[in-house]
């Protein structure tokens, strides 16, 4: 079994920042790629960021590039997310989630179905 626990978020003003981690515990496990997708209310899950471990390369929502920052060590099984200049529209719940298969497609990186672990989210509220 693998568990997945986000934690970092928290209430702050517009313009502020935060750090989101996302730590993987359980069963020997080496994830092929990790994501943050966020769900605010009345919206849909929406993708965030993503980061395959073997090249190293990173995926960012356009509305979310330029401002945010995933990173992590595989090895360590932990990921976090660095988000500067937050709006009051990044106000979600941040989930992350790993894929244990290999080979994703990056055309398939926002999709949810695409992740094998989930975890059970951590609050990002910003205010004006």
């Known amino acids: 079994q693998v568990q997945l626990v986000e934690s970092g978020g928290g209430l702050v003003q517009a313009g502020a920042s935060l750090r989101l981690s996302c730590a993987a515990s359980?069963?020997?496990?080496?994830?092929?790629?990790m994501v943050w997708f966020r769900h605010a209310p009345g919206k849909e899950r929406e993708f965030v960021a993503a980061?395959?471990?073997?090249?190293?390369?990173?995926y960012y929502a356009d509305s979310v590039k330029g401002r945010f920052t995933i990173s992590g060590d595989n090895a360590q099984n932990t990921m976090y997310l660095q988000m500067n200049s937050l709006r009051l529209e990044d106000t979600a719940v941040y989930y992350c989630?790993?894929?244990?298969?290999?080979?994703?497609?990056?055309?398939?990186?926002?999709?949810?179905?695409?992740?094998?672990?989930w975890g059970q989210g951590t609050q990002v509220t910003v205010s004006s």
């Open positions: 980061i395959r471990w073997m090249s190293s390369t990173t």
């Open positions: 359980g069963r020997t496990f080496r994830s092929y790629a």
């Open positions: 989630a790993a894929r244990a298969r290999v080979a994703l497609v990056p055309t398939m990186v926002g999709r949810p179905s695409e992740y094998d672990y």
